[in-house]
């Protein structure tokens, strides 16, 4: 069956420090997602994305936050000065349609020092 | 904002018991979908849920869709060990636009006693 694949599945970076987290969606899905869930809370909206570019940003989404379909089958999110509170699991998901159900990564989980 | 209010927290359960979850919503949602997360993955999809009233079930798992569209609940029959993980409740509001995004419950943590 097919899967979203995200990579890698921990990084680890120093406070200030750009990141990217890369996730390969469902190779035939429209619609991607990420989101994020810092320990022991729920997960939280980040931004979804259709047809280049970004159709909904939560507010956690800000200036630091930036999002990327650089060729046919990866999506990447990148932190550009990361922060201690960015650490979290970063799960990216994709769908095929709006109606459909959203596919989940197994996610990258992001530690800040 | 939209919130989803998930309950139990948790549950500690003998195998063979029955289970039930459920979330309830401040506002409608058109769709609400089940997830199960295991340590260390993302949720994976258990149910989808379109219409108010719907009943569904896949295999020992049945969910509804409530029919005020600001509830739902998850039933597992006759529970197993590998039952165990947490169980998430997300709401979407399909007609809203272009917003997608899934709002999601705390989690119910299931730990089931072989």
């Known amino acids: 069956e097919p899967e979203v694949t995200q990579t890698p599945s921990h990084q680890v970076t120093q406070m200030g420090q750009e990141v990217i987290l890369r996730c390969v969606p469902i190779?035939?899905?429209?619609?991607f997602y990420w989101y994020r869930q810092i320990l022991g809370q729920k997960v939280e909206f980040l931004v979804s994305?259709?047809?280049?570019?970004?159709?909904?940003k939560s507010e956690i989404f800000d200036d630091q936050f930036s999002v990327e379909r650089p060729d046919g089958s990866n999506f990447t999110l990148k932190i550009r000065s990361t922060k201690l509170e960015d650490s979290a699991m970063y799960f990216c998901?994709?769908?095929?349609?709006?109606?459909?159900?959203?596919?989940f990564g197994d996610g990258t989980r992001l530690s800040i020092l | 904002g939209q919130q989803l209010n998930q309950s139990p927290q948790s549950m500690f359960i003998q195998e063979g018991e029955d289970v039930s979850m459920n979330c309830t919503s401040s506002?409608?949602?058109?769709?609400w979908l089940w997830y199960k997360q295991d340590p260390g993955e993302g949720p994976v999809l258990l149910i989808a849920?379109?219409?108010a009233g719907e009943l569904t079930s896949n295999g020992r798992l049945t969910a509804q869709f409530g029919i005020t569209r600001k509830d739902s609940f998850l039933n597992i029959s006759a529970s197993i060990p590998s039952d165990v993980g947490i169980y998430f409740c997300?709401?979407?509001?399909?007609?809203?636009?272009?917003?997608?995004?899934?709002?999601w419950g705390l989690g119910t943590s299931l730990a089931v006693n072989p």
């Open positions: 998901a994709s769908s095929l349609y709006r109606e459909q159900p959203q596919h």
């Open positions: 190779s035939n899905h429209l619609y």
């Open positions: 994305f259709y047809n280049n570019e970004i159709s909904e």
């Open positions: 506002s409608i949602f058109n769709t």
């Open positions: 849920l379109y219409k």
């Open positions: 997300a709401g979407q509001d399909s007609n809203a636009g272009n917003n997608r995004k899934l709002i």
